[in-house]
């Protein structure tokens, strides 16, 4: 009986052990309602028309020292990879074969009422979840070879790729499609920030292993874009 009631509480130790280390990986981690932040409904019409947002749009590297606002946010993610069509669950930035392999993730550092932290999009209800507290930019910025845009900004949006979900339908070449929609996505949030007053530019050099350690990448997932965004 001894020996029963010890091995049940050594079964229990290792099980609480296995989730905790789980979830200090980020991979395992289960989170509660605290974690899920719903995001404001995005508004589907502004005063900037789509022929004005293409003529203002550049590449911007300086921003103000000033809070994003959570709408705003809001916007952003939903021009990345929010749903356009709830029936189909199409989103915001064409798919080849509607597969989706983009992961949105958002490295906030400067936005009201909002903690610094490391969150995830989800699309499907339009919310970030929230798996890692502090403030990263400077984290994130040495992984780009020290680029002060990614340090400075508000906040940083970075694309991620789980390449299986189109390579196995399409092999090698979907590699390809992946980089296409990473550029049509990156290009939705060009102009919705324009269309918000805000700046951006795309970042491409980096360190992957060090972009997906500071942003706590799934093993499967390979960052792609990174795209820092603030106040003009």
Not at 74 to 83: D, E, K, N, V
Not at 181 to 192: C, F, I, M, S
Not at 198 to 223: N, R
Request: glycine content about 8%; proline content about 3%; hydrophobic content about 40%.
């Amino acid at each position: 009986m001894k020996a029963l009631v010890k091995f049940i509480v050594v079964l229990t130790v290792f099980s609480f052990l296995s989730i905790t280390l789980l979830g200090a990986a980020g991979g395992g981690k289960v989170f509660d309602k605290e974690d899920k932040i719903k995001l404001p409904e995005p508004r589907y019409k502004s005063q900037v028309s789509v022929e004005e947002a293409i003529l203002k749009r550049r590449s911007i590297r300086n921003y103000l020292d000033k809070p994003l606002e959570l709408e705003e946010i809001s916007q952003l993610l939903w021009s990345a990879q929010g749903i356009t069509d709830k029936e189909r669950n199409l989103r915001a930035a064409p798919s080849a074969g509607a597969l989706y392999p983009l992961e949105v993730y958002v490295v906030v550092g400067n936005v009201s009422s909002l903690k610094e932290g490391i969150y995830r999009y989800n699309p499907f209800n339009h919310e970030i979840i929230k798996f890692r507290e502090g403030d990263y930019r400077n984290d994130l910025s040495l992984a780009a070879h020290g680029q002060s845009c990614v340090k400075n900004s508000a906040v940083s949006i970075v694309f991620a790729a789980v390449y299986e979900r189109v390579t196995k339908k399409y092999g090698d070449r979907g590699i390809g499609y992946i980089y296409m929609e990473a550029g049509h996505a990156a290009q939705n949030v060009y102009l919705q920030a324009e269309a918000l007053n805000l700046s951006t530019v795309v970042v491409g050099a980096f360190v992957d292993d060090k972009v997906k350690d500071v942003v706590g990448l799934k093993e499967e997932e390979s960052p792609l874009y990174i795209l820092p965004v603030g106040k003009k």
